[in-house]
């Protein structure tokens, strides 16, 4: 029959020729456990064709072969961030949306927020934007509602997202406008606070019923979506990341990210997930996308064949779903967006169709449930190949622990929202028991688990070194608080592994990429400072990338090193703050 390799595909180069490129002279951690670390490695064609030795090199080195000497530099596989919303955070601005702009706003500064903004865009359209915090309205002795905002702003339609995303508030004229009123019902996946006598909407609307807000204003434009993945990107290849995901895109969203993709300027691999609810925004077309139109988009750096759902809410609004009643509460234990049914039978049904089901769960019951539903897609279908994920797992049951690995479950954690946020707030509300078990890496990995981290930007900072950083110390980086996290920290090497090869495994590509072998992707990342050499506490968090590959093609350049080639950086310089 011959070799294998007489069969490969016109388009992969063989074995054999010149490198385009070999880096040399370098500390290179390959998070390849049969050969963890190498001085060189060469790469031809987008793969890494050698790793190992600067003198192994010589023979593919020729005359267009680009060499940089990295000179001792500190060399590793690029990050994975698995969770994050570039188009929550930056379109709004980028539509002339307001911004309050502060990270803990008190209800004074909201309040002259809303009024410069509705000042500077005069008339009687929407006032839509973010922050306001709930947490700093109760230490003002206020109650975040309707009537608040009706003092403020009467006669338009008000609407401000917390900053956790999990509720929004609005005023009398934005509920009149979206028709929510007392005799309206609860979307199943969230809920509408109301006055306990009358049963008025109160103006806080928690979760998925918020997008009846939404539905009532008009979509966000594709100018600005465009420009928050843009420039999404552009920050994320700065920091070193070559795949990440963005979990909550409706076909708006996803014709700017192919807009973007077939522009070239898409810098990182994005696995799209397709919001099976209105939670955020309405989908109209969800039913269409997830029986076939998803491929459409289908690229080498662009897939959508994942959804999102959203099983429970936040614990800033007390809306986690837990397998125990709340602290100081004898019954409430949280709202489950869906019933147990619906949750198995959409995932036994988004597996059977081979589509990844990405779950938000911050209670220990909704990943419980998550976790029985994946089990009963697996009896019914046996193994599909899809790897499902747990998105967030903020606190986890021991006993579910064991689970992740034996169902082939991603359990993924934002690490990034420990610091610089205060856990003082999120003690109080969940109780010190579950925040002995919030965020287990250690657990799951224990386990034979796959754990990945994704920052969930907005809601906490994009920089993913700040939680690559918070996995090691389990402290607060920037030395504004005593004390450390709770629960266990992991090592180096075990945190180096979660933002790289495992993140490539929840992407589903790990024969592909996510260590530096031969064969696979060329995507490596040059840092300032040598991880194994500095101490972890205070100085993983400021991490500066010096050089991003992917597929061997260069996507940041801070110190233009390869300006005057023909491997030219798509960005160089220094980042804007977009944080």
């Not at 990270?103 to 865009?121: G, M, N, R, S």
């Not at 609307?205 to 539905?215: P, R």
Request: charged fraction near 20%; include cysteine.
């Amino acid at each position: 029959m011959g070799n294998p390799t007489d069969y490969r595909s016109s388009n992969v180069p063989g074995p054999a020729g010149a490198a385009d490129l070999v880096l040399t002279n370098g500390r290179i951690y390959t998070v390849d456990a049969a050969n963890p670390w190498a001085q060189a490695v060469a790469i031809r064609g987008g793969r890494f064709i050698a790793v190992g030795t600067v003198a192994e090199m010589d023979s593919l080195i020729g005359e267009r072969t680009q060499v940089l000497d990295l000179q001792g530099r500190f060399a590793m596989p690029g990050l994975y961030d698995m969770h994050t919303h570039p188009d929550l955070k930056l379109a709004p601005g980028y539509a002339g949306y307001l911004e309050v702009g502060l990270e803990d706003p008190t209800p004074e500064q909201v309040k002259q927020a809303i009024l410069d903004y509705a000042a500077a865009h005069p008339g009687d359209g929407w006032v839509y934007g973010q922050y306001f915090v709930r947490y700093t309205f109760k230490q003002a002795g206020l109650v975040p509602d309707r009537d608040w905002l009706d003092s403020v702003l009467p006669d338009r339609p008000l609407a401000i997202l917390d900053r956790s995303w999990g509720c929004m508030m609005v005023n009398s004229k934005a509920l009149e406008l979206a028709g929510i009123d007392a005799e309206t019902l609860d979307p199943r996946h969230g809920y509408i606070e109301r006055d306990s006598v009358t049963g008025e909407p109160t103006g806080i609307l928690v979760d998925g019923a918020y997008a009846m807000i939404h539905a009532a204003m008009p979509p966000t434009p594709q100018h600005a979506l465009k420009r928050a993945y843009r420039e999404g990107v552009w920050f994320q290849s700065g920091h070193g990341v070559v795949g990440t995901k963005y979990v909550h895109v409706c076909e708006h969203r996803l014709n700017a990210l192919k807009s973007i993709d077939q522009a070239g300027e898409l810098s990182v691999r994005v696995e799209a997930a397709i919001s099976w609810q209105d939670d955020i925004f309405p989908v109209k077309r969800r039913w269409e996308l997830l029986a076939g139109e998803r491929h459409y988009y289908r690229s080498a750096r662009l897939n959508a064949n994942a959804v999102k759902f959203h099983f429970d809410g936040t614990h800033e609004s007390r809306s986690s779903y837990l397998s125990s009643a709340w602290p100081g509460d004898s019954a409430w234990r949280g709202h489950l967006n869906l019933t147990p049914e619906h949750i198995t039978d959409m995932v036994v049904d988004m597996d059977r169709r081979g589509i990844r089901v990405i779950a938000h769960c911050t209670g220990d019951g909704a990943s419980d449930l998550f976790l029985d539903a994946v089990a009963e897609a697996r009896r019914r279908n046996g193994y599909s190949g899809v790897r499902h994920q747990c998105a967030h797992s903020t606190t986890l049951l021991d006993a579910n622990l064991p689970r992740f690995a034996e169902l082939n479950v991603t359990a993924e954690f934002s690490p990034v929202g420990w610091f610089p946020s205060s856990f003082a707030y999120a003690r109080a509300v969940f109780g010190e028991d579950r925040m002995q078990r919030a965020y287990n890496f250690k657990g799951v990995l224990e386990h034979g688990g796959v754990a990945v981290m994704g920052t969930d930007w907005p809601v906490s900072s994009i920089n993913p070194w700040i939680g690559f950083e918070a996995m090691v110390t389990r402290e607060n980086p920037y030395c504004e608080e005593e004390g450390r996290f709770y629960g266990e920290p992991i090592s180096l090497e075990q945190a180096i592994r979660v933002m790289t090869l495992n993140g490539a495994w929840c992407m589903g590509i790990e024969d592909k990429a996510g260590s530096i072998e031969v064969g696979k992707s060329a995507d490596l990342i040059v840092l300032d400072r040598n991880l194994f050499e500095v101490a972890p506490k205070g100085n993983i968090h400021n991490t500066q990338v010096q050089l991003t590959l992917l597929e061997g093609e260069v996507t940041w350049d801070r110190h233009g090193e390869f300006a005057d080639t023909t491997h030219a950086a798509t960005w160089q310089g220094e980042l804007p703050e977009i944080l």
